[in-house]
């Protein structure tokens, strides 16, 4: 199983980004997928994450700015950042927790570096 996240890169304050990440292998079943964020020097830190049938739940320091959303068919989830503020530069990881064969395990994208600057 591997997960690929696309969408980082560099905007101003006030911008708008879309992250994605698709997941893609030996796949059952995929329950909560997400999106984790880690600036230099500082700990990993849950953005958003969401159950397969919908539920969502945010950081505080987000809410009321990015969405999460999943398309269940396709195997991928979303992050749309909107309003972002510099303090929001950090690597995104993605994750999913994914029932491949009969066991499940969270796996983990490679990160994409968002960059909030003027």
């Known amino acids: 199983v591997q997960l690929q996240a696309s969408g980082g890169g560099l905007v101003q304050p006030g911008g708008s980004l879309r992250l994605s990440c698709a997941a893609s292998?030996?796949?059952?079943?995929?329950?909560?997928m997400g999106w984790y964020r880690q600036a230099p020097g500082k700990q990993r830190d849950l953005v958003a994450h969401?159950?397969?049938?919908?539920?969502?739940d945010y950081a505080d320091s987000v809410k009321g700015r990015f969405t999460i959303s999943r398309d269940n068919a396709k195997n991928t989830v979303y992050l749309q950042m909107n309003s972002l503020k510099p303090e929001d530069t950090a690597v995104y990881l993605c994750y999913g927790n994914v029932k491949s064969r009969d066991r499940w395990q969270d796996y983990w994208g490679p990160g994409t570096q968002v960059t909030v600057s003027s």
């Open positions: 969401i159950t397969s049938p919908g539920s969502t």
């Open positions: 292998g030996s796949i059952r079943s995929i329950g909560v």
